[in-house]
């Protein structure tokens, strides 16, 4: 089943962050806030736009789509995850580095 | 600011105080751009254009810093600073890129003004890398230093970059604007793929002039650059330019930014209507003001003195000796050493694509050690070619065999200077935000599928270039074998190419069929170089092949059992 969840980048140094269920932003996919609703989803993008630029914290902010498969969060698109756990070329850098 | 004086022989233009009051007072702006962003007194609307401006983007996973390097020529304590930063501010690296420049990829916006503190001490900056500007002028890698050299192409590069530094007319231009300079008849500069390409020669009397092609470019709509001008003379150079740009600026496209490049207004327009326009500016314009002085041009011409060569032999007893006791290294000199113009030197290309690694990236460990290499036999001086290699333009062939010796443990050792592992690739969807398709992981399969460097050499030359969107980075549609990364429903796939020529002989490939996967792609260079190596006449390289005998073949290879 594929859900929504929201992405950018932090400002100051450019890591990708997710919107996490609290309004504040995460640095794991695993930590994201998940939307079935599209309507809510584009809601909650809005807000969040306002909120991060309103605090200085993310830019380039979007929804993208996830699937979840046994129980794992996976992105639809490869851009999303190799944005999700870093460069495919490099697993020693990025976030899947620290996994 | 502690400026550290470049090498002293090394062939860089040396800065004298207005370009490093410049350089040190534009670094100080960003500084407070920087803060004015993170305290929210800009928004990322008004302050977007301006990380722009100072080279840098945003990309998947962090912001990326593009650091120019003039016409792809570094001091050796140059490269020092760029593996420095590397090391303290990003994550160990940095990859060359296919304009001559170098990208960080892991950058924090918060520590971008001191890294281009940091830069601004060995005369570097990130300016004009991104926006519609003129960008960073291209040239031969093996300038002043080729045996089939006419021209010094520096001396004119160098020219332009102090001529469209923060020049206000073309600053903001309808789109972004590159220029290649060659001063042989061998173009190792791609010109014709160019904004505009610039072949410097001598007419019989001596003097220096100029070929203007204008037009060429790759991207979503590639166009071959049409001669628009065989000669013009020295002091009109920055006469007839600055009248190609008016023209450009005036009836360039601002509507529509996929029909905004010069190409485009080119091809509309018909090259010789573009043609008599520019010739009507320039008429216009010509006089004591856009006049190039010839003190002026000699004045910069100093900058790329010679070095102090020895005086030797042209060949060399213990050169010889050395090749033929280590096979190994005497491969390496037949494929990655060219001729150079003093005796008993030699031009020596570091390659970047060892067999299974990313094209073009180096570690900062990697350019400390060039950097040293260089001290000790080029005289400081390190080029950075658009084949994304580094190269050493005037090394010692008595010192070539200590060179390799340093370069091979390091990784940087391998021989295939123009052979099939040679592979330009763009960063991406590994890294880059534009990104349809990844182009790095079909490079490194490709290179470890033909890593045998016998098979290497006799196969020969073939270019294989890989761009991971349309935007055309890595230079696809003049590979000899081009591959495009595409994205369908979600999966990557790739649209092969085939007779690109990025010589004077210029050609766009011509696509073979439909677009394949990641490993296809590999099993379709292998079929493309098969029918090549069955089918090959005399001498002839891939690409004489393939014009004998047309795509049909190749095409047949590949798609018959589908």
Known sequence: MAVKAITGNRLRDGVVVFLGPDAGWVESLDGAALFEDAEAAEATLADAKAKAERERFAVDIYLFDVLIQDGRRQPVKMRERIRALGPSVRTDLGKQAAA | ?562
């Open chain 2, 1 to 562: 600011m502690n400026h550290i004086a470049p090498g002293r022989h090394a062939g860089v233009y040396h800065y004298d105080e207005i370009d490093r009051r410049f350089i040190t007072e534009r670094v100080e702006q960003f500084r407070q751009q920087v803060t004015r962003r993170l305290a929210g007194e800009l928004s990322e609307e008004e302050f977007k254009p301006l990380r722009l401006m100072n080279g840098l983007y945003l990309q998947l996973h962090a912001y990326m810093l593009r650091v120019a390097v003039p016409y792809g020529v570094l001091t050796s304590t140059q490269l020092r600073k760029l593996g420095h930063i590397g090391r303290r501010y990003d994550k160990g690296y940095g990859h060359f890129t296919t304009r001559q420049n170098l990208q960080f990829n892991w950058i924090r916006l918060e520590d971008t003004p001191d890294i281009l503190a940091d830069l601004a001490e060995v005369d570097m900056h990130a300016l004009q890398t991104s926006g519609n500007c003129v960008r960073n002028v291209t040239t031969d890698q093996y300038v002043g230093a080729a045996k089939d050299e006419l021209v010094d192409g520096r001396v004119y590069a160098e020219i332009l970059r102090q001529w469209t530094t923060a020049h206000p007319e073309f600053t903001y231009l309808p789109r972004k604007f590159k220029i290649a300079i060659t001063g042989s008849p061998n173009d190792r500069a791609a010109v014709r793929a160019h904004d505009v390409g610039v072949l410097a020669k001598r007419n019989e009397a001596g003097e220096i002039g100029f070929t203007f092609y204008v037009g060429g470019g790759l991207g979503r709509s590639p166009f071959i650059g049409k001669l628009i001008k065989d000669w013009v003379a020295e002091e009109d150079f920055v006469a007839y330019l600055e009248a190609i740009l008016r023209v450009y600026n005036q009836h360039g496209r601002r509507d529509n930014m996929y029909k905004a490049r010069i190409k485009i207004l080119v091809h509309e327009m018909g090259a010789e209507k573009f043609g008599a326009e520019v010739e009507e500016e320039f008429q216009a314009l010509r006089g004591p003001k856009y006049r190039l002085p010839h003190e002026v041009v000699e004045e910069i011409r100093a900058n790329y003195a010679p070095p102090p060569f020895e005086t030797l032999p042209a060949t060399s007893l213990d050169f010889e000796q050395k090749k033929a006791a280590n096979p190994d290294f005497a491969r390496w000199v037949a494929v990655n050493v060219a001729e150079h113009r003093a005796p008993g030197y030699a031009i020596a290309t570091i390659s970047l694509k060892p067999a299974g690694g990313i094209p073009g990236d180096a570690s900062s460990d990697q350019m400390d050690l060039v950097a040293d290499l260089a001290d000790r036999y080029s005289f400081g001086e390190i080029r950075v070619s658009h084949a994304q290699n580094l190269v050493l333009a005037h090394v010692r062939q008595d010192d070539l065999f200590a060179l390799w010796s340093a370069l091979e443990p390091a990784g940087l050792g391998t021989a295939n200077l123009g052979l099939i592992g040679d592979i330009i690739a763009c960063p991406g969807l590994d890294y880059c935000a534009l990104a349809n398709a990844r182009a790095i992981p079909l490079a490194q399969k490709i290179s470890a599928r033909f890593a045998d460097p016998e098979r290497q050499r006799a196969i020969g030359e073939l270019g294989i270039k890989i761009s991971g969107c349309i935007n055309a980075c890595g230079h696809h549609h003049v590979g000899h074998i081009g591959l495009l990364g595409v994205d369908k429903k979600g999966e990557e796939f790739y649209q092969i190419t085939v007779g690109g020529d990025p010589t004077l002989t210029t050609a766009i490939g011509e696509i073979l069929g439909p677009s394949v996967t990641e490993d296809a792609a590999v099993d379709a260079i292998e079929g493309l170089v098969n029918v090549y190596m069955e089918k090959r006449e005399g001498g002839e390289r891939f690409l004489d092949t393939l014009k004998r005998l047309g795509p049909a073949p190749f095409k047949e290879r590949i798609y018959a059992a589908a």
